[in-house]
């Protein structure tokens, strides 16, 4: 077989979001956004007002830690860096007339940090970072006036950043709306009383809201690079037998139509046979589905898990996000998510058979418990061969793929330095290539230590994957 090679101009680096690594919720003009209400994660209920158990108040304080942590991004040898300008640092209300000067100037700043060490921005426009004011004023995305919110928004963007940002996402995972309301929409309804109607509403109102910032894109900024962002997560039939095979596939149309419809320019007549079944019905105004046809330029994703689907009562996964029966063949991480390398080639190959666009893998990783351990030279360190182990397996089969013929633009892997998660809403649940000295308990120094992982995937990104080939034995 071939040696595993990566394309010279391949994308290797990082990602993280705003909410889960800046802190600095209330400084320099900055408004509350549905995360400083969010202390617990996915599952927890929402607060009134930010409590100090909420670690995402200051996170990693990366807001003024940007420059010493782009430094260790560089030195990793970090090609592209993904990041969230938060909404509501630049609009504080959402719908404000003017933006915040003081936060422009920060992702000015982050930016210009970046083009010190040649390392390209992947801006990601919104990333669970609904304004707060959105959210309860106008119940998020449920409401059609947060499309030109959104638009103002991205104006302004792409204004101040055009020739300096090239590559933009437009919403994070966009189909976690299915499961998250909250969180990926700022719908404040809570979901055992938020209609299919409403919700299939507000995810309409996104679909366009994307499809519009993509034509703003490409017209004030030519040669920018706009992409979707899909939560991928395949799904196998638990058994061969016909009925769960179907099962897997109904289960793959609700997830795949996000990219259907922003890959493709229009509704899949799939999805609309399922919304008639469910007595759904789409408003739709004048030129909504003119506008659905600015479609993206490239497919983003994130990868973690697989799931299976089958006609018989089930237990879900305890780690799935989306759903799903446990895959009897796969191990586990700590927090019950399920491990599954040969899944990522799967995706990237459904995935570029269906749209023939240029894929981006923005992120995956493995969430773990870290020790920190005296290094022998004075500091600390993590041994994490758990980590290297998860990233070098999916590696591989991003290198099958490659060899199979799909066109993968990069890689950047999740919470490149450790952030607080989005799931479960704390710390100790670990990413990074970079320990950062903080506790669930809020205590810690916030000083940075660099982990074994660090050092491979500098080596990995040094030898642009040729070292993988050394790794390939499973």
Request: proline residues 5%.
């Given at each position: 077989?071939?040696?595993?090679?990566?394309?010279?101009?391949?994308?290797?680096?990082?990602?993280?979001a705003a909410n889960q690594c800046e802190g600095a919720y209330n400084e320099d003009g900055k408004g509350l956004s549905i995360q400083d209400?969010?202390?617990?994660?996915?599952k927890g209920e929402p607060t009134a007002e930010p409590t100090p158990d909420n670690m995402k108040l200051v996170a990693i304080d990366f807001y003024h830690h940007y420059k010493a942590d782009i430094k260790l991004f560089a030195e990793m040898g970090f090609k592209v860096f993904r990041f969230s300008m938060a909404w509501s640092r630049i609009f504080p209300n959402g719908d404000d007339t003017t933006p915040n000067e003081k936060g422009l100037q920060f992702y000015d700043n982050v930016i210009a940090e970046c083009e010190k060490?040649?390392?390209?921005?992947?801006?990601?426009?919104?990333?669970?970072?609904?304004?707060?004011?959105?959210?309860?004023?106008?119940?998020?995305?449920?409401?059609r006036k947060l499309i030109d919110f959104y638009l103002n928004f991205c104006k302004v963007l792409f204004a101040r950043y055009k020739g300096r940002v090239k590559y933009w996402l437009t919403f994070n995972e966009i189909n976690s709306i299915l499961h998250s309301p909250l969180m990926s929409g700022g719908i404040m309804t809570p979901m055992d009383k938020l209609t299919q109607q409403d919700l299939y509403q507000a995810i309409h109102h996104e679909l366009v809201a994307s499809a519009k910032a993509v034509k703003l894109a490409h017209e004030m900024m030519p040669g920018a690079m706009v992409g979707c962002m899909i939560l991928a997560m395949p799904t196998y039939p638990?058994?061969?037998?016909?009925?769960?095979?179907?099962?897997?596939?109904?289960t793959e149309q609700k997830n795949y139509f996000f990219g259907d419809v922003q890959a493709r320019g229009y509704y899949?007549?799939?999805?609309?046979?399922y919304l008639d079944e469910q007595g759904v019905h789409i408003q739709m105004k004048p030129g909504d589905e003119e506008a659905l046809k600015n479609t993206v330029d490239f497919i983003s994703f994130s990868y973690y898990v697989s799931a299976c689907e089958t006609t018989k009562p089930y237990t879900p996964g305890e780690g799935n996000l989306l759903g799903g029966a446990k895959n009897p063949y796969l191990k586990e991480s700590e927090w019950g998510w399920q491990i599954d390398p040969v899944g990522l080639r799967v995706v990237l190959n459904e995935y570029y058979d269906r749209y023939q666009k240029p894929l981006f893998i923005v992120e995956n990783g493995l969430g773990a418990v870290d020790k920190l351990v005296p290094d022998g030279k004075g500091s600390y360190t993590v041994h994490d061969d758990y980590r290297i182990d998860y990233m070098r397996r999916h590696l591989i089969e991003v290198g099958n793929a490659l060899r199979d013929g799909v066109d993968?633009?990069?890689?950047?892997?999740?919470?490149?330095?450790?952030?607080?998660?989005a799931s479960t809403a704390q710390l100790k649940k670990r990413y990074g290539f970079i320990y950062v000295d903080r506790n669930d308990d809020g205590t810690g120094t916030l000083e940075r230590y660099k982990k074994d992982s660090f050092y491979w995937y500098q080596n990995v990104i040094k030898t642009n994957g040729a070292c993988l080939n050394e790794q390939v034995k499973r």
């Amino acid at each position: 077989m071939k040696p595993i090679q990566f394309p010279e101009n391949f994308l290797w680096g990082g990602a993280t979001a705003a909410n889960q690594c800046e802190g600095a919720y209330n400084e320099d003009g900055k408004g509350l956004s549905i995360q400083d209400i969010m202390p617990h994660g996915i599952k927890g209920e929402p607060t009134a007002e930010p409590t100090p158990d909420n670690m995402k108040l200051v996170a990693i304080d990366f807001y003024h830690h940007y420059k010493a942590d782009i430094k260790l991004f560089a030195e990793m040898g970090f090609k592209v860096f993904r990041f969230s300008m938060a909404w509501s640092r630049i609009f504080p209300n959402g719908d404000d007339t003017t933006p915040n000067e003081k936060g422009l100037q920060f992702y000015d700043n982050v930016i210009a940090e970046c083009e010190k060490y040649g390392i390209e921005p992947l801006v990601t426009i919104s990333h669970y970072e609904t304004p707060l004011n959105l959210a309860k004023e106008y119940d998020g995305w449920h409401s059609r006036k947060l499309i030109d919110f959104y638009l103002n928004f991205c104006k302004v963007l792409f204004a101040r950043y055009k020739g300096r940002v090239k590559y933009w996402l437009t919403f994070n995972e966009i189909n976690s709306i299915l499961h998250s309301p909250l969180m990926s929409g700022g719908i404040m309804t809570p979901m055992d009383k938020l209609t299919q109607q409403d919700l299939y509403q507000a995810i309409h109102h996104e679909l366009v809201a994307s499809a519009k910032a993509v034509k703003l894109a490409h017209e004030m900024m030519p040669g920018a690079m706009v992409g979707c962002m899909i939560l991928a997560m395949p799904t196998y039939p638990l058994t061969p037998n016909p009925d769960d095979v179907l099962a897997a596939l109904k289960t793959e149309q609700k997830n795949y139509f996000f990219g259907d419809v922003q890959a493709r320019g229009y509704y899949p007549k799939y999805l609309n046979d399922y919304l008639d079944e469910q007595g759904v019905h789409i408003q739709m105004k004048p030129g909504d589905e003119e506008a659905l046809k600015n479609t993206v330029d490239f497919i983003s994703f994130s990868y973690y898990v697989s799931a299976c689907e089958t006609t018989k009562p089930y237990t879900p996964g305890e780690g799935n996000l989306l759903g799903g029966a446990k895959n009897p063949y796969l191990k586990e991480s700590e927090w019950g998510w399920q491990i599954d390398p040969v899944g990522l080639r799967v995706v990237l190959n459904e995935y570029y058979d269906r749209y023939q666009k240029p894929l981006f893998i923005v992120e995956n990783g493995l969430g773990a418990v870290d020790k920190l351990v005296p290094d022998g030279k004075g500091s600390y360190t993590v041994h994490d061969d758990y980590r290297i182990d998860y990233m070098r397996r999916h590696l591989i089969e991003v290198g099958n793929a490659l060899r199979d013929g799909v066109d993968i633009m990069g890689y950047t892997s999740w919470g490149c330095i450790d952030l607080v998660s989005a799931s479960t809403a704390q710390l100790k649940k670990r990413y990074g290539f970079i320990y950062v000295d903080r506790n669930d308990d809020g205590t810690g120094t916030l000083e940075r230590y660099k982990k074994d992982s660090f050092y491979w995937y500098q080596n990995v990104i040094k030898t642009n994957g040729a070292c993988l080939n050394e790794q390939v034995k499973r």
